[in-house]
């Protein structure tokens, strides 16, 4: 298993930005996919983005598409959310999570980085 770490959030303006990372430890991400999901107040987590770490390939909620980017850094197997243009409607706890590229469900979660965007 592969333990996440994530950081970067915080209080933002509506229209900044802001940039989340998402750490592996234990072992690095090669053979994974690593998703971001978040969780708003009172509502049901809901797929962000994701990238596969051995062919880059990204995935995007439609809705955030042109918002969110998704990247990875191997030296530092690091995933990181770039989040711009932000709203309001962004406030949520986001999730790094990491499943193997043959697995069917992200098993692999980690604790939840909280952004509130400000109107």
């Known amino acids: 298993q592969v333990q996440l770490v994530e950081s970067g959030g915080g209080l933002v303006q509506a229209g900044g930005s802001l940039r989340l990372s998402c750490a592996a430890s234990g072992r690095t991400f090669s053979s994974y996919v690593v998703g971001w999901f978040r969780q708003a107040p009172g509502k049901e987590r809901e797929f962000v983005a994701a990238i596969s770490w051995n062919e880059g390939s990204t995935y995007y909620a439609d809705s955030l598409k042109g918002r969110f980017t998704i990247s990875r850094d191997n030296a530092k197997n690091t995933v990181y959310l770039q989040m711009s243009t932000l709203k309001p409607e962004d406030t949520a706890v986001y999730y790094c999570?990491?499943?193997?590229?043959?697995?069917?469900?992200?098993?692999?979660w980690g604790q939840g980085t909280q952004v509130t965007v400000s109107s």
């Open positions: 999570a990491a499943r193997t590229d043959s697995g069917r469900h992200y098993d692999n």
